[in-house]
């Protein structure tokens, strides 16, 4: 079910997802793979978490009911 949240991402903020969280990359790493600066990778993070938030907020309470 969250797998299928970080695909409603837009491409920008659901690569970097993948490639820290499930290719357990560092910025620095992510930062040389996708040829952007370090502050780039960084405010995209933040950027894919707050998208994030309200979408597994709503998968959440599904679990409940």
Excluded: C, D, F
Excluded at 16 to 40: F, P
């Amino acid at each position: 079910m969250i797998s299928q949240q970080i695909m409603k991402l837009s491409p920008k903020y659901k690569e970097v997802i993948l490639l820290y969280y499930y290719q357990e990359l560092s910025v620095k790493e992510i930062a040389g793979v996708l040829n952007q600066k370090e502050s780039t990778i960084l405010q995209r993070l933040k950027r894919a978490r707050a998208h994030l938030k309200p979408l597994l907020k709503e998968v959440r309470s599904g679990w409940k009911k």
